[in-house]
């Protein structure tokens, strides 16, 4: 029985639940946080507690209190407006998070492709701040800072204009990827999972096909040597329509389809707090195949 303690946030979500699903199963203490009382990850936790949302200056502090007065071993944070609000503040030695220069990187999209153009140009789209820049007809106008499918419009390059907080890349219709990684504090590659995505509900993968595909984990590798990663990451790459491998953003999360990379036999959740906490380094083997997600049958439990 793994009885360290790990503390997981952003419990009503995808990738919250499913990190609380995963590390029980494997025998950890876990204790669920969210900012509403509602969050199914409640139900699932040893312990639960509502904290403050991101954007409020009582969140550090009340997290830090929680960790320290609960003796919490280990952080994992599943929310970008949480990994944001952390960054850089002082010692975090309990907190899975990356340095503060990857975290600013790749919380901006913008920022994300510009800073990789320079060192991996023939994985970057084609972007712009201007819409009229573009070439391509058709283009995807993107919030610079955003999560999931939240403020992603497609549509013909005239139909846009410039507008702040936003940018523009050339619509890619081709196969999509997702690559879930986990890294080590030191930054060592610890596994990688890759999935084509082959249908998506509300920005999460219900059906996928984990396919350890040559070229994508030729570019994971070399956006992992890129920038400084220190815990979970997913990557997501999209063909273009010579079907070319593009890059489509970085999340420093887990994702919310994590369970599809359980089922091809990794926990990378559990990897994760492993090698973290005790140094351990799991074998494992990636079962290739297509995965789909059922609903589970719903089971009523109290929550306190």
Known sequence: ???????????????????????????????????????????????????????????????????????????????????????????????????????????????????????LPEIVPEYSLRPQDLSAELVVSKPVKGRGSRGVLVGKRDEFLEKEGV?????????????????????????????????VRAGVSVIGEVRLEERVMKYTEMVLQSMEFTGPLNIQFKENSRGELKLQEINLRFSGALDISAAAGVNLPSLLVKSWLYGEKVDFRIKEGRYVRVPEVYEWRTSG
């Open 1 to 119: 029985m793994n009885r360290a303690t790990v503390l997981v946030t952003g419990a009503g979500g995808p990738a919250g639940i499913n990190v609380v699903k995963l590390l029980k199963r494997d025998g950890f203490k876990v204790w669920a946080a969210d900012a509403s009382p509602y969050s199914e990850g409640f139900a699932l936790a040893d312990a639960s507690y509502v904290i403050p949302p991101a954007n409020d200056p009582r969140f550090p502090v009340e997290l830090d209190k929680l960790v320290r007065e609960g003796n919490v071993d280990l952080v994992i944070i599943t929310v970008d407006e949480e990994i944001e609000a952390l960054a850089g503040k002082g010692s975090r030695e309990r907190y899975v998070m990356h340095p503060p220069h990857t975290i600013e990187v790749c919380l901006n999209k913008y920022l994300t492709y510009r800073t990789l153009e320079r060192a």
């Open 167 to 199: 940018f523009f890349v050339e619509y890619l219709p081709g196969d999509e990827w997702t690559v879930d990684v986990v890294t080590s504090r030191e930054g060592e590659l610890l596994a990688a999972v890759p999935r084509r995505r082959l249908k």
